[in-house]
């Protein structure tokens, strides 16, 4: 069975926030304006991504980002709404990509395609050396 068997072409997913100071990039950079981070939009737009597979996934197995090609096409203020969106538009063995895009309103401020790449957790963690949280601490206690 491969991992990506259950996932098809056309599921979608969305993630809606409300842009805080914390979203804009004056929180990042001094003296920029309080406005939407175009890296913000970025994380929202794979976190939609990643929800509309991760249910058809195999147990053990996660979706990774591994490409973005994405456009910020309009500022947001603090305050006002921003709904991402992602669709499946291809799969390979590896991989799946997905059609992004970011609205503001009926406003669209971003759009794009991004790939996230199939991993077996496990074997993914092993590989990097991750270690959890619980493993990092009894490790600094020996």
Known sequence: MNALDNVKIGMTAEKTVTVTPEMTVSHFVPRMPQVYATPMMILHMEMASGSA????????FASVGMDVQVRHLAATPVGRTVRTTSRVVKIDSKSVLFEVEAWNGDRKIGDGTHRRGIVNVREFEKRFAVLKPLERQLQSDS
């Open 53 to 60: 597979i991760s249910s058809h996934l195999p147990e053990g």
